[in-house]
């Protein structure tokens, strides 16, 4: 039996916003019935401020409250806002998703695409920009190559689910995105789409960064690896500024990996960003 938090079980039993709006102005639809989950997402607007949405959906629990959740993430804020919305976000608003569970979040922010792409055309300039939100985004793989045939998954899915939730295993992809979790005849596929990746972002790694990149990459380390973590223990992370290679941050409680590897808090964070950005990184606590 999976480990529910206390926020899934509240928004599956008392699900939020379901239904339809009838002049909604946009609606995004992921996943099919045919592969055992699938969503239709309304959103109704004044000017660019989403004032209402709605969610049909057909799968697990986990799947409706991934749903209802998203629809409380976005009423009440502009495109410009929603468009920043990973899968990430929403399993992390709803206390977190046991791994095979994954693929309801990753569900939701691909409704939440789809209305975005149908509002704004997939030919114009926002959706390009939109396209273009996740980091480093290869259009190598933007193809719809249909990778798992059992459930429909394509090639760009599973890219995109690898690069925003850093998956490193068959396994994980599995459970992000439900691929190869049927006949599995797709997994040495899949397994090679993972090497590709992260050979790719070897390559990438030894290129040096410029100002601008190695910013945008901290705070990208800050947001979705270190701050997750340290959240787990009932700490936090924030972001002060950054000079050079000085990054200063305020930083709140502590986490069970500082305590497994006897190093204080600040070392942690600094060990990470050394590794993951530049080893000349320093960083100083300012809180």
């Not at 379901?18 to 997402?41: M, P, R, W």
């Not at 922010?109 to 055309?121: C, P, V």
């Not at 300039?125 to 985004?137: A, N, P, T, V």
């Amino acid at each position: 039996m999976w480990d529910y938090s206390e926020k899934v079980m509240d928004h599956y039993r008392n699900p939020r916003n379901v239904g339809t709006i009838d002049d909604a102005d946009i609606i995004g639809e992921a996943g099919s019935l045919a592969c055992g989950d699938s969503l239709k997402l309304f959103i109704k607007l004044d000017g660019d401020k989403i004032i209402d949405a709605k969610f049909q959906t057909f799968g697990c629990g986990s799947a409706v409250a991934a749903s209802s959740i998203l629809t409380e993430m976005i009423i009440g804020k502009t495109l410009e806002e929603v468009k920043k919305i990973t899968n990430k976000d929403i399993a992390n608003e709803l206390g977190g998703l046991p791994a095979q569970k994954m693929h309801c979040s990753v569900m939701g922010r691909e409704a939440l695409e789809d209305a975005l792409k149908n509002y704004y055309g997939e030919d114009s300039e926002e959706w390009q920009e939109l396209d273009l939100l996740s980091e480093e985004h290869s259009h190598d793989h933007a193809g719809e190559k249909i990778i798992c045939t059992c459930f429909n998954v394509t090639e760009n899915q599973i890219w995109e689910a690898i690069k925003v939730n850093g998956l490193t295993t068959v396994e994980e992809v599995t459970n992000y995105t439900k691929a190869g979790g049927a006949c599995g005849r797709c997994k040495g596929v899949i397994k090679d789409i993972i090497d590709t990746y992260l050979k790719k972002n070897k390559a990438e790694e030894k290129v040096e960064l410029t100002p601008t990149q190695k910013i945008l990459k901290i705070g990208k380390v800050l947001e979705q690896q270190i701050s997750p973590q340290l959240q787990k223990d009932g700490g936090d992370i924030e972001l002060v500024d950054i000079v050079g290679d000085v990054v200063k941050v305020k930083l709140i409680g502590v986490c069970s990996a500082c305590k497994n590897a006897s190093m204080t808090l600040k070392n942690f964070v600094e060990a990470e960003l050394k590794e993951k950005v530049d080893n000349k990184i320093v960083v100083e606590n300012v809180g």
